[in-house]
């Protein structure tokens, strides 16, 4: 399984990016998927999930009303839509997938490998 993230760059504030991660691979199904960010000397944080349940998403406050995460199941896709963007918002992000291989019984927790949004004031 490989999950390849897309959509970084460098960007003004103010400014918006959308940030794609398409699974590949022997996927039976996706639980939760994610975008994580870690911004240098800084801990990994969790940005935003998404359930496959009930499509219920979460975000850290600082991204809440600016960043909409969305998923596509057919293309194993997870997006994160990111508007009004800010300085503070620079950092490598993440995707993470919760995937169950198939002729597997349980879930693992799958990662891209990081794409770089700068946001420059």
């Known amino acids: 399984v490989q999950l390849q993230a897309s959509g970084g760059g460098l960007v003004q504030a103010g400014g918006s990016l959308r940030l794609s991660c398409v699974g590949s691979g022997t996927i039976g199904s996706i639980d939760v998927m994610g975008w994580y960010r870690q911004a240098p000397g800084k801990q990994r944080e969790l940005v935003a999930s998404?359930?496959?349940?009930?499509?219920?998403?979460n975000y850290v406050d600082s991204v809440k009303g600016r960043f909409t995460i969305s998923r596509d199941n057919a293309k194993k896709t997870v997006y994160l839509q990111m508007n009004s963007l800010k300085p503070e918002d620079t950092a490598v992000y993440y995707c993470s997938q919760r995937i169950r291989l198939v002729g597997r019984l349980s879930y693992t927790d799958y990662w891209g490998q990081g794409t770089q949004v700068t946001v420059s004031s």
């Open positions: 998404i359930n496959r349940s009930d499509d219920k998403s």
